[in-house]
């Protein structure tokens, strides 16, 4: 055991306080937020709700989960978000574990054409043009199919297989008589679940907070992801279909308001929040090894 010198327990107080600031600055806008979706929204508009509920209610909640459009937006949303994600990584490792492949000619210019469309693409007005062209206007996969594959995770899904897969395993199976696609289902993917989790994470967070996509490819309303409604609400304001305003008064409106945004704030992440605790333990490992090597 070699004992710590003054200057590093110095150096391990500075960071533990460093840290926890840091940790205090991220967490406390979360435990805010549940809070406040379950408390009195007087409270809350006057300043009065800090870590603990007061006067517990669930009004927002009962709001949100009455309106249909809502529950509707939410069962699209994780529609959109189960077929996305697996088209994305389904993409990714097609398109990554060629271009890993040491034997594969030509490797370094495709990955040089993908690397070109990171910085220089077609631009909003041409990509809406072939998508309508395609006949996907108003579809799911207006949403899915133009991005249908990251080429930064491209980049680090084939970094990881390089890194951390050895070649010869591959060139092993090989000559037992397995194929490409055999060696991929049966070799690379098994050990690569570091990798797959954090793609998984990457690609359903994106689907599950996207909505610039939906608002420019789609126009009926039930076909709206839950964030096209949560912006409806939260910048919008666009509340009338979940709060009858003809016989209440402006504040209670304003305060049954406030309720809503919260609540929706937090039924709108909490599947995501749920997600992240089973992928954690691929997701460090994962993103260390497909991305500072190589």
């Given amino acids: 055991m070699v004992k710590e010198s003054a200057g590093d327990r110095l150096f391990d107080i500075i960071n533990y306080i460093l840290l926890a600031i840091v940790l205090t600055i991220v967490l406390y806008p ?22 603990l509920p007061k006067d517990i209610n669930f009004t927002g909640y009962e709001k949100v989960f009455a309106n249909k459009e ?23 490792i097609l398109a990554a574990y060629p271009l890993s492949r040491k034997d594969f000619r030509g490797r370094n210019i495709f990955t040089a054409l993908f690397v070109f469309t990171m910085f220089f693409s077609g631009g909003l007005i041409p990509t809406y043009l072939i998508v309508k062209d395609l006949g996907m206007t108003n579809t799911m996969w207006a949403l899915i199919i133009p991005n249908a594959v990251a080429v930064w995770n491209i980049i680090i899904m084939r970094t990881f297989f390089q890194q951390s ?21 049966r070799i690379i993917l098994p050990l690569s679940m570091p990798i797959l989790a954090v793609m998984t994470l ?7 907070n996207s909505f610039f996509s939906a608002l420019i490819y789609l126009t009926e309303r039930d076909k709206y992801p839950l964030q096209l409604f949560l912006r409806e609400i939260l910048i919008q304001s666009n509340m009338q279909d979940m709060i ?3 016989e209440e008064s402006l504040a209670k409106t304003i305060m049954e308001a406030e309720s809503i945004k919260y609540a ?12 992240y605790p089973f992928l954690q333990r691929y997701f460090v490992k994962g993103m260390v090894i497909g991305a500072i090597k190589g």
């Fill in 165 to 185: 897969i050895p070649f010869e395993i591959q060139e092993s199976a090989q000559m037992d008589g397995c194929g490409n696609f055999k060696i991929l289902l």
């Fill in 70 to 92: 809502i529950l509707n937006g939410y069962m699209n949303t994780i529609l959109y978000t189960v077929v996305g994600t697996i088209v994305n990584v389904g993409m990714t």
């Fill in 244 to 246: 009858q305003t003809s």
């Fill in 30 to 51: 979360l435990i805010f937020v549940a809070v406040a979706s379950i408390s009195n929204p007087a409270a809350v508009v006057k300043g009065e709700v800090w870590l």
């Fill in 202 to 208: 990457f690609y359903s967070v994106a689907h599950w």
């Fill in 264 to 275: 929706l704030v937090i039924v709108a992440n909490l599947p995501i929040l749920m997600l």
